[in-house]
């Protein structure tokens, strides 16, 4: 499942970036961290206020069977733009490093393909479990202007078996700008719900997800 959302998302990240509607970055501290509560309560995760969450694949019309399917996507005038993308399910894999290495087998296919920043393990955690990340550069020749963007996987698996795959896609120009936002984004992003009942079915949590706490400061991004 995870390739098959890889291999989605390289495909829609730079459509998602190009027609959504533009949002503008005035000034950093006009945008304020807000809190996002997966309506069947299974995570929360903290965006910034001029990024706009949406379910992977509804743009799209394409329907994604993953318990934890999202896009946090932020647009810009011009073609720079970013997105989130966060993606839980039965993981296939007994450990990380062998789903890592399914992350470079796709990168194989792609045009342009460059390796930024090996395998490392430990730099990233998700929901408190240890991850394994890589840095991806590729140019996407399927879509318009055939733009180079740089995607950061960070991948993790819990004691259920549930497969986290957290990327960070933007633009080549923006990768940078973000990156800071995207880090803070994968440190507050919590699981609050069973992802997979013990049969392998997704489930879904009743109650309310607890608040996460206010960030005191902006995220820091580059004026656009």
């Known amino acids: 499942m995870a390739m098959h959302i890889l291999g989605f998302i390289a495909c829609s ?3 998602l970036i190009l027609l959504f509607p533009v949002t503008h970055i005035i000034a950093t501290e006009n945008v304020k961290w807000k809190t996002f509560k997966e309506k069947n309560g299974l995570f ?11 379910k992977m694949g509804e743009y799209e019309g394409v329907e994604i069977t993953s318990p934890i399917a999202m896009n946090f996507i932020y647009s810009s005038s011009g073609s720079s733009g970013a997105i989130i993308t966060i993606s839980a399910d039965e ?7 062998d789903s890592i290495d399914s992350i470079y087998a796709y990168g194989q296919s792609l045009s342009k393909y460059k390796l930024l920043e090996p395998m490392e393990c430990g730099k990233y955690m998700i929901n408190g479990i240890n991850a394994c990340s890589t840095v991806l550069s590729y140019k996407n020749v399927e879509l318009p202007g055939k733009p180079i963007v740089n995607e950061l996987d960070v991948v993790t698996i819990d004691e259920d078996g549930v497969q986290y795959l ?3 896609i933007a633009t080549k120009d923006s990768f940078d700008d973000f990156l800071p936002v995207a880090q803070e984004m994968i440190k507050s992003f919590n699981v609050t719900g069973t992802v997979l009942s013990s049969e392998g079915e997704s489930t879904s949590a009743t109650g309310d997800s607890p608040e996460l706490p206010p960030l005191t400061e902006s995220p820091t991004v580059k004026k656009l």
Request: charged share 5%; proline share 8%; glycine share 0%.
């Open 166 to 168: 957290i990327a960070y």
């Open 13 to 15: 990240v730079v459509i």
């Open 44 to 54: 929360t995760i903290k965006y910034p206020s001029n990024w706009i969450p949406q």
């Open 91 to 97: 993981s296939i894999y007994t450990n990380v490093t």
